[in-house]
């Protein structure tokens, strides 16, 4: 996908909370949906950061951003955001954070730790996010 993501995943060394596992399991998920772009913005001890794009989209840069966040990298966790008008989030997971995504509201979902379930949860958000970035065609 990306060198530099590639790079970031060989050195980063998982705990007992499984968060690479969780990001690897969201990453893979998406990557084969659709025709796609992968960006990588690594900013250590800040987050790193994937962001994904359908090349089909034309009103904003991204459908999902999957922010690693490095404040302590020993303990590292999870923010995925989107914005809020392409998903939906009917058990309210969710925290609405005004003009956290690139300058608009975003809709973020944090992970610190290994959760089946809530891992799930996030897979029908992307997929949700994904399909409708594929018909924002204004």
């Known amino acids: 996908m990306l060198q530099e993501l590639d790079t970031f995943l060989a050195g980063w060394e998982d705990n007992s909370l499984q968060v690479k596992k969780s990001f690897v399991r969201l990453t893979d998920h998406i990557k084969d949906k659709g025709d796609l772009s992968f960006d990588f913005k690594a900013r250590p001890g800040v987050s790193y950061s994937l ?8 009103t904003r840069e991204l459908f999902v951003i999957m922010d690693v966040i490095d404040d302590d990298p020993e303990n590292r966790w999870l923010s995925v955001c ?10 309210e997971k969710g925290v609405l954070i005004p003009l956290g995504l690139l300058g608009e509201d975003g809709y973020c979902f944090d992970l610190e730790e290994w959760d089946e379930n809530y891992l799930q949860y996030l897979k029908t958000r992307l997929d949700e996010a994904r399909e409708k970035a594929s018909k924002q065609l204004a």
Request: no cysteine; hydrophobic share 30%.
């Open 51 to 58: 962001r994904v794009r359908d090349r089909l989209q034309k």
């Open 82 to 91: 989107f914005y809020p008008d392409m998903i939906t989030d009917p058990e």
